[in-house]
């Protein structure tokens, strides 16, 4: 089944990387998939374009169905092979309702992280203050707060949606493995240090940690004086 399915990925994007999670976790190792270089802008070639209007990284295939965002694509991996590997949605409602609560806010927290970590990347030089950066530090921390109380809540030893993994963890770890890399003071989210720690060494996962994170472990320190 996996061999008829595609993956087209860039190493370090946590939206291609959950995938990769999924797949593992769905058992769906032999998948194919070609690695593409965003420095390079691979990842605008004619074969992505073809599948994907938005030209963006990952793009996924399945026999003749195309899902092309992430959140989907995981979901549509856990709907389809929903008896195989690890079950990633619970049946229970209320459990299935935090599951999905804590899957969408994940985009909060990303979106936040790139803000500060890549601001200078993302904002042209002669557009650059001080004072936005200030306040981007400013709604991390607030950001990362929430995550913090939502770990408290769980106790000790929990995932993000109680204590079994689920589709949240898929989605939201690759973004949490982004502040210890990025050198975030731990005592800005010890919790959720804990859970990285927890969770760093879970097959799945490192049978997708991304290639470079492999050649270099240390990322730029743009999270130090969060």
């Excluded at 806010?105 to 993302?122: I, R, S």
């Excluded at 913090?148 to 079994?164: D, F, N, P, T």
């Excluded at 589709?167 to 003071?185: K, W």
């Amino acid at each position: 089944m996996a061999q008829s399915m595609m993956l087209y990925w860039g190493s370090g994007s946590p939206p291609c990387w959950r995938v990769m999670i999924a797949l593992e976790e769905k058992l769906l190792q032999g998948y194919k998939h070609k690695h593409l270089s965003f420095d390079k802008n691979e990842h605008k070639c004619e074969e992505v374009k073809a599948l994907n209007p938005r030209v963006q990284l990952p793009t996924f295939k399945h026999g003749d169905i195309v899902v092309n965002e992430s959140f989907g694509a995981c979901l549509y991996l856990e709907s389809a092979f929903k008896s195989q590997g690890t079950r990633l949605i619970p049946d229970d409602p209320v459990e299935q309702a935090l599951v999905y609560q804590r899957v969408f806010e994940t985009n909060n927290l990303q979106q936040k992280m790139y803000d500060v970590a890549f601001y200078d990347e993302y904002v042209p030089e002669e557009e650059r203050h001080e004072s936005a950066l200030k306040r981007n530090k400013e709604s991390l921390i607030a950001e990362l707060k929430l995550w913090e109380g939502y770990l408290e809540k769980m106790g000790k030893g929990s995932y993000l949606a109680g204590k079994s993994f689920t589709m949240a963890d898929v989605v939201c770890f690759p973004v949490i493995a982004y502040f210890p890399r990025l050198h975030c003071p731990r005592e800005r989210c010890p919790r959720l240090m804990e859970y990285y720690e927890m969770l760093k060494d879970r097959p799945s996962i490192k049978a997708s940690w991304p290639l470079e994170w492999l050649e270099k472990p240390e990322g730029p320190d743009t999270l130090k004086n969060l």
